[in-house]
């Protein structure tokens, strides 16, 4: 009777109510620390702690005319509407070091804003392939994997040279700024071979000091900065982009593909390989 009746849907209901009612009631893990890291915006509103969406933008430059403006834009813009982050593009670049840097600048810029837990930096030259894909669900992941996930401010990826900063998240904390600080400082060290480093180059040196390492954590290629067949410079996990993942990136697509308009010709290649998903539930 009673293992019959523990059986019976009632109580099963009542059980599954019980579990759900402990689950959303106890102590949520981001309250014991000074950052969180995957609900950056719980509120001790009244009695019970509130989960919210982290705040993201979604962020890039273009400074110049490309075949492939509206396509990198729409592409961006339509992701950002779909999961309501902020999408957010500079036309003009005022640095006197290499455009590449000005990156930076649009960081400490949109950090001091205050208004995003996490700001992903995407290079003009990539396509958003599946929309369906949560940055924030990528972050959440990578943060629950790292050791010590409050201690993390940059979540970057390897290709098969190193560090690729074509794609790459930032905490949008002041602590940040002090990182890119460093940065800064590194940018102003000449290359052995004399040459002023580019703002990777910089990034690397910076990831050679421990302290700086150890706020940085690294994901598999595929997850954030997927390459195309047509560009096989891969991180140890030698994914190349299949439909369905998050992000194509054309990086250094000239070094790979003939003809007059290299990135231009992928975008085109691969334009119809973008899950767009349903515009109507978000315009
Ligand atoms: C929170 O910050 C304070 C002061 O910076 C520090 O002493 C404490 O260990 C931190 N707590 C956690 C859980 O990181
Ligand atoms: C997290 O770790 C698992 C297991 O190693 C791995 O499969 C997954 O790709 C990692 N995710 C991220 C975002 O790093």
Redesign the pocket.
Known sequence: MIARSCRSPLLLFVFLCAFLYWHFNKAPESLEHNISTTHPQVQPSGTEPVHKKPRIAIVTFITDPKSYLHLSLKNKDHYARRHGYDFIVDYESHTEKGTCYWKFNMMERLIKQGKWDWIWWVDFDTLITNTEIKVAD?IE??M??ATNPDAIDWIITHDCNGLNMGSFVLRGHERSLSFIDELWEYSTHKKEDGHDPSEQDAMVELLKQEKAAARTHR??QW?LNSFPQEIACFDESRQVWEPGQLILHFAGAWAHVQGEDPTGQLMQKYEDDIMWGDWKQFY
């Open positions: 990528v992941e990578a629950a994997n994901v598999p997850k």
